[in-house]
Structures are given as structure tokens and as C-alpha cells.
């Protein structure tokens, strides 16, 4: 039987890169795309005083940056690639994040030129148990010539973290929830896949990762 958990905080972000820095997006063609992600967002009550230009440092650290607090929403784009940060990530609220992302996604792109070779899709969440030590859930995945310290040591951190083609998982304690376990994954996409498919990958490892470590989020948690 799987252990129950809760998820006390999580964090998802899509980010998409271009196939070469598009210069414009920091240059001339600021001002308009400025202006037409705005008025993408104002109908999701993005304020412009939660706007702001970043144009110090390197071409690569120059940013345009637009949040939603209300909704723990940030979209930004730059020269290289444009993401989304969704603070508090959660299913229920998965899709109508979709269509924000989409709105800011269409106005940016439209007209440019830019092309988008690849994409990555992050979520890290901590898992609280609410029964059993969360060593007992991580102990299976300790490398066994290891595992003689343990009657003598208390191990204090756990650092696994895989690579892959395709994306990448780390797993350790967490160090802001007691009795918790940090979780991050990636998933890599070659060009422009629909967001319905890449939430749906992301849901597929999700379900994944909780069925290797025995557990599933508690009802109401």
C-alpha cells in the first residue's frame, strides 16, 4: 500500500529556447513585444507595475519580466529563450496556467521570426510523509556497499540525482519540511511540442516517480 503524503509547497516552470539569440527580443523589437505580451496578460490582472526591464550585464542577461502574484505567475523572455514560473504548482490549477502561458507565448512569438528548437518542463515539490520516516522510504535507493555505515551513522542527506536523454530526476531530503523529501524532475522536448502533450508527460512522470517511491499525496492534504 502506497505511503500517503502531502505536497506543502511545489514549483513548475516551462521554459522554451530559440535555435540562435534573437537579438531583437533585447533590441528594437523590445518596445512591441513589451507591449503585446501586456496586453496578452491584462485580462489574467497583470498590473504594469509588476513589469520590469532588465538591461544590465551581458546581451544574455538582459530580460523582460512580468508577474502575477495573485496567481504566483512569472513570464520573461530574453534574447535566448522565454519561460513561465508557477509558485504553489498544483494540477487543479494546471490548465488555466496553460492559457496564460499561451496568451504570453502567441504575443511574443507573433511576427518574429524566432524559432524554437527544444523545450524543458521543471517541477520540484517536497513530500511530507504522514506516517513512516522518510528514511525507511529512501533507504531502498542507498547503494548497497553503503549501506554497512548506517548502524554507525545518521545519514543526513541523500543527493541521487539521474541524467537521461531526455531529462533528469533528483531526489534528497527535504530541508524545509520535517520528515520530508525533496523531489525535482525535468522532461527535454525537441521543438515545439503542444502543451497539452508536454503536461501530459510531465503528469506520466510524475505518477512514475511516486509509484518507485511507494507513495501518493493524501485526499485534502
Known amino acids: 500500500m502506497a505511503e500517503l503524503v502531502k505536497i506543502p509547497y511545489a514549483t513548475s516552470e516551462y521554459q522554451a529556447r530559440f535555435e540562435r539569440p534573437y537579438i531583437a527580443f533585447i533590441g528594437q523589437d523590445r518596445p512591441r513585444v513589451f507591449e503585446a505580451v501586456l496586453t496578452a496578460l491584462l485580462p489574467f490582472d497583470l498590473r504594469l507595475e509588476n513589469t ?3 538591461a544590465t550585464g551581458t546581451p544574455a542577461d538582459h530580460k523582460t519580466i512580468f508577474r502575477i502574484p495573485e496567481r504566483g505567475i512569472r513570464f520573461e523572455f530574453g534574447a535566448q529563450d ?27 512569438m507573433e511576427g518574429s521570426g524566432a524559432k524554437i528548437v527544444s523545450c524543458i518542463a521543471t517541477v520540484a515539490m517536497h513530500l511530507q510523509l504522514l506516517a513512516r520516516p522518510r ?6 535507493f542507498l547503494p548497497d556497499p553503503f549501506k554497512v555505515f548506517l548502524p554507525q551513522r545518521q545519514v543526513q542527506t541523500y543527493g541521487h540525482h539521474l541524467k537521461f536523454a531526455d531529462g533528469e530526476v533528483l531526489l534528497d531530503f527535504s530541508l524545509a519540511f520535517a520528515n520530508g523529501i525533496f ?8 521543438g515545439h511540442p503542444p502543451l497539452a502533450d508536454v503536461l501530459a508527460k510531465v503528469r506520466s512522470d510524475q505518477d512514475t516517480l511516486f509509484g518507485i517511491l511507494g507513495v501518493e499525496e493524501a485526499a485534502n492534504a
Open 52 to 54: 520590469e526591464i532588465v
Open 82 to 108: 522565454y519561460k513561465l514560473t508557477k509558485e504553489l504548482a498544483n494540477w487543479s490549477t494546471a490548465e488555466a496556467d496553460g492559457e496564460i502561458l499561451l496568451a504570453a507565448e502567441r504575443a511574443l
Open 183 to 190: 523531489l525535482r524532475f525535468s522532461s527535454h522536448f525537441t
Open 135 to 140: 528514511e525507511e522510504i529512501l533507504a531502498p
